[in-house]
């Protein structure tokens, strides 16, 4: 893993996982919308780790027409690419507001595909490579508080699925990892169980370790693995009748 790209860069996952594959000496490229914060992220990143390279590149991940040029114009090929950026989104604005529900839906979803589907093509060509999808425990099952959020992960992690399936001949290897709650800029102002909360700079240390055993389907925290095993497994007619 000598070079990672992060998409979405500016996220609090995002800026952990960077430290640690900076700690490692790795080239990192930081990649989101905010530039000016990125800057400040990647001088701080070479001044702790000298021997890692940081850029620094502009992403939208809805401008779908950018990604192919993005992609090529980068200033360093990757081995690793890591798609983290997200958005919550509001349940209730989105049941009254498509405009909501298309941000959900192309933030989570449809604006990782347009940007992996060009990853995918250059790895593929290489004959090697990783892609890290952060998708979440909330596309196991469709719950009424978070649903549309929910439908857009759902979809992510079906797409990295037949990803891993279609890749895994020609050496590339795709990862899925479902982070729970995350104690983050995202769910700030939510309250969430402590035992059941990550945290980001120990999240991207386990992501390194099991990018590097070649994890496929990874949970974090590993509990809710079996959290949503249980959800999953409640039959339709209790589950209905539930308020999660």
Known sequence: MK?????????????????????????????????????????????????ASVYVQPFDAVAYDTHAAFYAGLPQASD???????????????????????????????????????VAEDYQRKGSGVIVGVSSVAGDRGRQSNYVYGSAKAGFTAYLSGLRNRLVKNNVHVMTLKPGFIKTKMVAGLHTPPALTALPDKLAAYVYKAIGKKRNVVYYLPLWRYIMTIIVLIPESIFKKLKL
């Open 80 to 118: 690793v690419t890591i798609c983290v950026f997200g958005y919550l989104g509001d349940q209730e604005k989105a049941q009254q507001d498509f405009a909501e529900s298309r941000k959900i839906i192309e933030s989570n979803y449809v604006g990782a595909v347009s940007i992996l589907n060009v």
């Open 3 to 51: 070079s990672v790209l992060i998409l979405g860069a500016g996220s609090d996952v995002g800026v952990a996982l960077a430290k640690v594959f900076a700690q490692q000496g790795a080239t990192v490229t930081l990649a989101g919308r905010d530039i000016p914060y990125l800057e400040t992220i990647a001088a701080d990143l070479r001044i702790r780790y000298t021997r």
